[in-house]
Each structure stands twice: as structure tokens, then as C-alpha cells.
Nanobody, 124 residues
């Protein structure tokens, strides 16, 4: 069974940092690009970042570029999203997802596997 489990969310003040983790199981992790998405209340889902499976190619949305860093540890089947200089506009439910394909090309696809999501709240 494919599972993606997010952790590390919570409440932080503006300017603070959080590190999200996405732990994967049930599939060959090395074969999949992992993406992070977020959805705020009343807004469309936004593709935040992705990291490719083999060569570590990364992508960041303009809204997070320079503040967020994605990384992956294939030995631990885990992808991380380090979020620094957080803003209230970053408040959302964050999801990780897995798809076969290159990053960032896969960000326009319907990812086949999703985590349950985790809340990130940034207070002003």
C-alpha cells in the first residue's frame, strides 16, 4: 500500500521556520518525483516545490523561491521542505505527493499518490 505521511507542521510566528517531512512507503521511492503542494481556505491548490528522483533537480514556485528548500534522503524514503522566513500568506494545508516523471514537468500532472496533508499556520 502506497503511503505518504507528512509531519512537522504547526503554528509559527511570521519570520520563523518549520521543516516539513514526507515519509514514503509502499513503492520504489527512488523512481518517483516528490512534490509539495499547499491549499489555503478559499484558494486553489498551489504547487510549491518538487524534487526529482535520480538527479535531485528541484523546482520552486516564485512565491517561495529563496525561502523554502526541498531535499530528499532516498535511504530514509523521506523528502523534507525547509521553510524559512515564513509569512502569513504561507498559511495553508501542505501536501506531499508522488509521481513518476521529471521535476518540474510533473507539476502539471495529476499526481497519483497523496499524503493526508498537514496544517501550517503563520501568525502575524
Amino acid at each position: 500500500e502506497v503511503q505518504l505521511v507528512e509531519s512537522g507542521g504547526g503554528l509559527v510566528q511570521a519570520g520563523g521556520s518549520l521543516r516539513l517531512s514526507c515519509a514514503a512507503s509502499g513503492f520504489t521511492f527512488d523512481d518517483y518525483t516528490i512534490g509539495w503542494f499547499r491549499q489555503a481556505p478559499g484558494k486553489e491548490r498551489e504547487g510549491v516545490s518538487c524534487i526529482s528522483s535520480r538527479d535531485g533537480t528541484t523546482y520552486y514556485a516564485d512565491s517561495v523561491k529563496g525561502r523554502f528548500t526541498i531535499s530528499r534522503d532516498n535511504a530514509k524514503n523521506t523528502v523534507y521542505l525547509q521553510m524559512n522566513s515564513l509569512k502569513p500568506d504561507d498559511t495553508a494545508v501542505y501536501y506531499c505527493a508522488a509521481e513518476i516523471g521529471g521535476c518540474p514537468a510533473v507539476m502539471v500532472l495529476d499526481f497519483r499518490s497523496w499524503g493526508q496533508g498537514i496544517q501550517v499556520t503563520v501568525s502575524s
